[in-house]
């Protein structure tokens, strides 16, 4: 397929009287609710359904495998790689599609540092997926917008589906990354989150090649200048632990690292909002008004008022809002070298430690390692938490080799000496089942602690089997909850559950042979 040709095809599809261009916020919505694609809630959010899918299809995302990029790609079952014949076969599918449909075309950018931002281009099918990347992507000034020319285009057609035994997919639903033509194609699904991490993959394989550290990770900066990290899977906390009230929010989940600090890679947040209430979360809360998104989440038919307690139609319930919603974000989101990063986790075996504080090699090695427990709903076909590693808190989204990344952090922790905290935001006094979840105001504390340096007044104790260092105390969390074997009655079953989880680190860890011997031995020890 010729690009050039190809490229003339689709400009001719949006010359078409029914493509609408960078519509106002209250034209997006007017048009989503015209057309039948969602309803007002109470606080005036617009609520949509996605129906069959309601989490990411990470099987069902392809790189387009072509000689530029082949060497780059850290292929297997998170890269699949497709043809390019398959792609233009596809790409030409959605062109056709695409022809005398009622269109919406986004215009922005990805990337707050202007130096690095990467222009963008969305076009889709539904009102209300052009309103999500809108607020989720980062807005253009008019007079950015008369120079704005996309360097990369996305077309979201969930209507088009795909025939596997035709087209080289898995099943209908599709993602596919062109890194080389700039284009990504989604179909067969109308979850929101597809076309906001199919940008951040895109992120993962240009920004480092610019000496850019991309992470999957929230951001905040205190009153001095002080800038946090958190590193985490969807559901462990990172954009509930950055909205904090006594500090300005960068970003709630993308980000990149260069020479002269962080930067967002988003104009807006999309936070889970399971159990959401006022008291527990009162920025998001008060982030769910005109503007917002509301993604499969349960409405009263009469009174229009969300039930943030349903599960009915999925545990991924989410919240789609601009960043500026959250008082005192920075505006644009940059900021300098962070001082504190926290790997998030939510231990579903119950046995890491509330929060527990790492060396260089331990934090490499734990990034590498990636542990969480995948939480019900952020992928299809998850019904309660599992265990799993996810190389640097995002594989599904790294197109480069593992390596590449940890080497930028380890590179970063080194001239900015921050230091490096996991936290345990799963269970505590036993497994999923057993125990419960970790206190919110808990972890919120220890933090806190964290953040403004008192932890390191607390002495600490190395843990026997996964040699991180333990603190004995912290302001406003009762001492015994720091070690976690006291939180179980049955200390023989946590002794062995912790040995388990050992078991299951060091299996994992035997993927990465290239590994130091330094950073192998900062591992748990069975």
């Known amino acids: 397929m010729n690009v050039n040709a190809s490229t003339v095809d689709l400009d001719q599809i949006l010359k078409s009287d029914r493509v609408h261009f960078r519509l106002s916020v209250p034209e997006l919505v007017e048009a989503a609710v015209a057309r039948k ?109 008369k120079t704005h020319k996309p360097e990369f285009t996305v077309i979201g057609v969930p209507g088009l589906q795909a025939d596997p035994a035709e087209d080289g997919t898995n099943s209908e639903t599709f993602i596919i990354l062109n890194l080389e033509k700039k284009i990504v194609l989604i179909g067969g699904t109308e979850y929101a989150g597809e076309m906001k991490k199919s940008i951040f993959s895109a992120l993962n394989y240009l920004l480092p090649m610019r000496d850019v550290f991309p992470m999957h990770c929230s951001a905040n900066v205190g009153e001095k ?47 889970k909002c399971i159990n959401l209430s006022e008291e527990k979360e009162p920025q998001i809360w008060n982030s769910i008004k005109f503007g917002a998104v509301l993604e499969n989440v349960t409405l009263d038919e009469t009174t229009r008022v969300a039930d943030y307690d349903d599960a009915s139609l999925t545990e991924n319930t989410r919240a789609a809002y601009p960043v500026d919603y959250i008082p005192g974000a920075v505006i644009p989101g940059v900021a300098g070298h962070p001082n504190v990063v926290v790997f998030l986790t939510a231990d579903a075996f119950g046995v890491l430690p509330p929060i527990s504080k790492l060396s260089r090699e331990q934090a490499m090695y734990h990034f590498l390692s990636g542990y969480t427990s995948k939480l019900a709903g952020t992928e299809r076909g998850v019904t309660e938490p599992e265990a799993t590693f996810s190389t640097c808190f995002g594989s599904p989204f790294l197109p480069l080799y593992p390596h590449v990344y940890a080497e930028m952090l380890g590179k970063r922790i080194d001239q900015h000496n921050a230091k490096v905290y996991l936290l345990n935001t799963g269970w505590s006094g036993g497994p999923y089942g057993v125990g419960k979840r970790m206190n919110l105001a808990y972890t919120r504390a220890m933090v806190t602690a964290a953040i403004n340096g008192s932890i390191e007044k607390a002495n600490f104790t190395s843990d026997p089997i996964f040699g991180v260092l333990v603190p004995d105390q912290i302001e406003g969390v009762p001492s015994e909850v720091l070690n976690p074997r006291n939180t179980w009655a049955d200390k023989q079953a946590y002794d062995d559950m912790a040995r388990h989880l050992a078991g299951l680190f060091v299996k994992n860890f035997e993927k990465f042979p290239t590994a130091s011997e330094q950073i192998r031995q900062a591992g748990p020890k069975l």
């Open 37 to 145: 694609e969602g309803v007002l809630s109470s606080t005036g959010a617009l609520r949509a359904t996605t129906g069959k899918y309601t989490g990411r299809s990470p099987k069902d995302k392809f790189i387009v495998d072509t000689p530029a990029v082949h060497n780059h790609i850290a292929w297997g079952p998170v890269n699949q790689p497709i043809s390019s014949e398959k792609f233009d076969q596809l790409y030409e599918r959605a062109l056709d599609y695409l022809k005398n449909r009622e269109l919406f075309v986004f215009d922005g950018f990805a990337g707050a540092d202007k130096k690095y931002r990467l222009p963008i281009r969305i076009i889709n099918e539904y009102a209300w997926h052009n309103l999500f990347v809108h607020q989720l992507f980062i807005r253009p000034t008019a007079e950015e917008l």
């Open 225 to 271: 200048g002080d800038v946090t990290l958190f590193f985490g899977l969807s559901g462990t906390g990172k954009t509930t632990l950055s909205a904090d009230p006594n500090r300005r929010l960068i970003g709630d989940d993308e980000h990149g690292w260069s020479d002269h600090g962080v930067f967002n890679f988003e104009g807006g947040c999309y936070a």
